[in-house]
């Protein structure tokens, strides 16, 4: 129960931070532009909590007769903290929404100048993409640990291992940039992949030996593309790889009992082959009680042992136990070979961030697009309980990974934003083009007509992102 309030706190954090980015572009644009903010509020609903701004200058209207007044005075706008945490809104004076008196019908947004209107609906996402730029430089200049693209578990007759893929390698490119970290990897083996579904890579293996393999997917994009199927689809598993080597043992445990001693190398279970100390942590917890066969390797020669693994409740789950630990000096070892921290000077950090944005949008918007043709599983789509749940986990994970987990969902909220769809910016951006083109603006059926399909629209997403949340949970 706690693990939820925290992921629903982290949550409620994450979307009052990024909807306050959003809207705070519509309302300082629109101030700039001389657009007259009535309100501005994080949330919808009734107000938690409300004050008044002060008095605020606005441009005096061109046809004023004294022409000496450059400047009128109104109220300030409205600031809402919202009871529903689910977004927010920047209210401007509008005609279409009641009445105007003459002396501030020109700050009314129907009334502004059509140009100045789409850059205050730009501004909004523009704002996203801006955090998301500050968010990487920050996390550049403080230094982003990460982990070397060392190659751990590679299966039998897999896309990996028939490229010519070994444990332990490390990829040095891929699609011919450098790939330093994971992180970097992922990203570019996702771009290849929907590219043209091959996946061309420079690794190097133990004797710095470098090779060329091409990992040919092609035709199998939906597939790798579904939740946590990308590694498996490859036949292959990020490392590196800690060996199965038994560090402390318990006097009364089932290893002890089965004369298991630290040091010893587990090489298979009842004739499965035991490639990492995790693979042998789950093959033991997926066994409680049972007795298995046990090939071990100590001092160069293997021996054969029977083990009875115990067992334990784990959240009222019975899983399997042997009271042997990791050797924590190989593991840190392991961890300390692989550990790499990107860290950058404040100027050099800039441009790293910009160019990180953009790799992350060009990466959203490529994703969509195949969405829409069926190469791309929509079963990507995530809705309020899997963000929230990525929000509990990452703000666990430390203020890095928190601050990497923001940065992505505000590009991804700057970009479904700029969606042509009614309701949203992008859609009301569409509005203002065509009354740019045509010289009169669209009509109030239109309008009408355009915000039913926008919220049909939206209530088709949010119900699949729900379905697929759903899915997750308890499929």
Known sequence: MTEVFFALFSFIVAIGVLVSVHEYGHFWVARKLGF??????????????????????????????????????????EYWLSSIPLGGYVKLLDERE?????????????????????????????????????????MFVSGVPGTKTIVGFVAEDSV???AGMMANDEILTVGGQDVQTWDAAILVILDELLRDGLIDMTVQNDQNQSRFLELDVRGREA???????????LGFEPGPILPPVLGEISNNGAAAQAGLIAGDKIISADGELIYSWFSWVEYVRDRPGQTVTVVTERAG?????????????DGGETIGRIGAGVDPDLA??????????????????????????????????????????????????????????????SARAG????????????????ILNLLPIPLLDGGQIVYQL??????????????WLGQNVGIFLLFLLMSFAFYNDLSRIFG
Do not use: C
């Open 399 to 414: 203020l890095t990974t928190f601050l990497g987990f923001l940065a992505i969902v505000s590009i991804s909220l700057g």
């Open 36 to 77: 007259k903010v009535l309100r501005f509020s994080v949330g919808f609903g009734k107000p938690l909590l409300r004050w008044k701004g002060g008095p605020v200058k606005y441009p005096a209207a061109n046809s004023a007769k004294d022409v000496s007044v450059t400047s009128i005075e109104s109220e300030g706008p």
């Open 434 to 447: 065509i009354e740019l083109v045509k010289g009169s603006p669209v009509s109030e059926r239109a309008m």
């Open 301 to 313: 020669s293997q021996r054969i042992s029977d083990l009875t693994i115990g067992y334990a409740q």
């Open 332 to 393: 840190q070892i392991t961890f300390e070979r692989a550990y790499v921290e990107q860290r950058f000077g404040v100027l050099e950090g800039l441009p790293k961030g910009i160019q990180k944005t953009w790799e992350m949008s060009a990466l959203t918007i490529r994703m969509l697009f195949h969405m829409f043709t069926g190469d791309v599983s929509v079963r990507n789509i995530s809705g309020p309980l899997n963000i929230a749940a990525f929000a509990g986990d």
């Open 160 to 162: 990996a291992e028939n």
């Open 223 to 233: 597939e790798l593309t579904e939740p946590d199927a990308l590694w498996e689809g």
């Open 98 to 138: 009641g009445s105007v008196p003459d002396s501030e019908r020109h700050l009314a947004f129907n009334q502004r100048p059509v140009l100045d209107r789409i850059w205050v609906l730009l501004a909004g996402p523009g704002f996203n993409f801006l955090f998301a730029i500050f968010v990487y430089w920050a």
